[in-house]
């Protein structure tokens, strides 16, 4: 019922700084908890952050906690994540997930929690 396409990855040399977007879809936007994982090669999907139905409430994956924020805008159907301070360990595709959520205050952390997923966007951080 949604689709999700994120944007604003690329090459950025360590302690730098992107912001990916994912937009999607449809009118029910703020009924969907989001969330933001990656995928390195040769490693498993990783959860990185997650955000609440009304963006009241985010968590974080202790690897990016005070280096990244996930933010969203209902009113123009998108999902962020700043990312700052940028280590090659950060290098993966991101992928961003919608979840129909029902509590406005939850948040969610595993992959299988979530119902759709965009098609990834890549990160690549330089030493």
């Known amino acids: 019922q949604v689709q999700l396409v994120e944007s604003g990855g690329g090459s950025v040399q360590a302690g730098g700084s992107l912001r990916l977007s994912c937009a999607a879809s449809?009118?029910?936007?703020?009924?969907?908890?989001m969330g933001w994982f990656r995928q390195a090669p040769g490693k498993e999907r990783e959860f990185v952050a997650a955000?609440?139905?009304?963006?009241?409430?985010?968590y974080y994956a202790d690897s990016v906690k005070g280096r990244f924020t996930i933010s969203r805008d209902n009113a123009k159907n998108t999902v962020y994540l700043q990312m700052n301070s940028l280590k090659p360990e950060d290098t993966a595709v991101y992928y961003c997930?919608?979840?129909?959520?029902?509590?406005?205050?939850?948040?969610?952390?595993?992959?299988?929690?979530?119902?759709?997923w965009g098609q990834g966007t890549q990160v690549t951080v330089s030493s």
């Open positions: 955000i609440a139905r009304g963006g009241g409430t985010t």
């Open positions: 449809g009118r029910t936007f703020s009924s969907y908890a």
């Open positions: 997930a919608a979840k129909v959520a029902y509590a406005s205050g939850s948040v969610y952390t595993k992959g299988y929690e979530y119902d759709y």
